[in-house]
């Protein structure tokens, strides 16, 4: 765990944890991780997702997986009391996986494990590996060992990249597979920077379909742009894949990662630093504004890539004092864990709460908070401006000098707003 600057009145509690008393980080406030799982897995073409779970949780993940993933169903036994209770599971989901198997178009069924179902024995080795020729992979999420949706997203993709990457024996020269699940626009804006470089995005992953997948052991090296990728990275790295940490993200961190992708693909040095130099030199110049100059910002969520836009705000003039995210500390953070820290950042929590956030607001005086639906809610009541950081800014561009440029001008507009929220308290506070 990464040392916290200790904010609670009389020092750190005994836990060990910031801001709060006796706190618990096993579970951290976020939506069942499955639902990570089943984001990646429903929108692969030709996937039947197979679910064994209680009844339950199957009509919350249902939900979810509709508004959020695919216009798809699951595939799930009818688990109760009583089924559950008769010692049935196994039975169960091999009848479901056999369900699935007979849906029109399906090429893979992923069965997803959750908490009833590991916890009630279901055998991993009595489960069948192909059905009618379709293979089946077992992606295992229960939520006491899989702490986060973002988390859960690298288990489903490691799982099916275990059963379909192979690697080529012959790599294609010069070609780069970014992991990570981007903005559309990241992907396209990477690859022409590296066509300029003498290389390509072979792929992004997650992706679409498995062929997507398989096109992961053709590439020359991968990149894995958010740092909760380890299980998938962990595959590459077995297949002997060459592995670039990190992500092209604002001056420092782009300048760096364009060097180090042209170093794992063998690429031109000289071609390379021109490319990166031109990178830098567009991003300083926006930078020379200071759009953010002055602005204190709290960033928290639980995609996992907070850090990543903490970076940006902070080269965009800003302080941030707080950064919290749901994903745990590995080596995949901590470059950015030690960027930000050598940059102003005083505390940044792993696995966070909204007692952490929430207390780290009556720490600091915010000029905008950037956050989960609730710290959001939280932030405005105060008559601070606030966005969901989910469905606000992870929906933009963020990568390169075009990401940074996005990015920092959408919340230089927010931190504008700020007279708005304080007639909106002020409003309500008259009424009262």
């Not at 009848?95 to 908490?115: G, K, M, T």
């Not at 000098?401 to 008259?430: C, H, K, Q, T, W």
Request: charged share 20%; glycine share 10%; hydrophobic share 45%.
């Amino acid at each position: 765990m990464a040392e916290i600057i200790p904010l609670t009145p009389g020092g750190p509690s005994a836990s060990g944890e910031p801001f709060k008393e006796g706190a618990c980080k096993l579970h951290p406030q976020t939506m069942c991780p499955a639902f990570g799982a089943l984001r990646v897995l429903a929108r692969i073409d030709g996937a039947q997702p197979a679910m064994v779970t209680d009844t339950g949780c199957l009509y919350g993940l249902t939900f979810v997986t509709h508004f959020y993933a695919a216009r798809k169903s699951i595939v799930a036994p009818a688990l109760g009391t009583a089924e559950l209770s008769s010692g049935k599971v196994q039975e169960a989901a091999s009848a479901a996986i056999a369900e699935a198997a007979r849906e029109q178009n399906v090429s893979v069924i992923p069965v997803i494990s959750l908490c009833v179902a590991e916890t009630a024995g279901l055998a991993e080795e009595l489960l069948p590996t192909e059905v009618d020729g379709k293979p089946v992979v077992l992606v295992r999420v229960p939520a006491y060992a899989i702490h986060s949706h973002p988390e859960a997203k690298d288990v489903a993709l490691s799982a099916v990249m275990r059963r379909f990457v192979e690697r080529a024996p012959e790599p294609e020269p010069g070609t780069l597979v970014l992991i990570g699940e981007v903005f559309p626009a990241d992907p396209l804006m990477i690859d022409g920077v590296l066509r300029k470089m003498g290389g390509r995005v072979l792929t992004t992953l997650p992706g679409r379909h498995v062929d997507e997948l398989r096109l992961a052991g053709r590439g020359a090296a991968v990149a894995a742009l958010h740092p909760f990728y380890r299980d998938t990275v962990g595959v590459l790295r077995e297949q002997g894949v060459g592995v670039v940490s990190g992500a092209p993200i604002g001056v420092d961190g782009s300048a760096a990662w364009l060097r180090a992708v042209g170093a794992a693909l063998d690429l031109d040095e000289e071609v390379v630093e021109r490319v990166a130099a031109e990178e830098e030199a567009t991003a300083r110049a926006f930078l020379a504004t200071r759009p953010l100059a002055g602005a204190t910002i709290l960033v928290s969520g639980y995609e996992g890539n907070e850090m990543l836009y903490a970076r940006l705000l902070v080269e965009g003039g800003a302080h941030v004092p707080y950064v919290s995210t749901s994903i745990g500390q590995s080596m995949l953070t901590a470059a950015d864990e030690a960027w930000l820290r050598a940059h102003g950042t005083e505390a940044i929590v792993y696995r966070k709460a909204i007692e952490d956030d929430k207390a780290a607001m009556a720490h600091w005086s915010f000029d905008l908070v950037i956050g989960t639906t609730t710290l959001a809610a939280h932030a405005k009541e105060h008559g601070i401006p606030s966005v969901y950081y989910t469905n606000i800014l992870s929906v933009r561009p963020l990568f390169l000098s075009g990401g940074m440029i996005a990015s920092l001008s959408f919340v230089r507009d927010l931190l504008n707003r700020r007279p708005l929220y304080e007639r909106m308290v002020a409003f309500f506070d008259d009424g009262q």
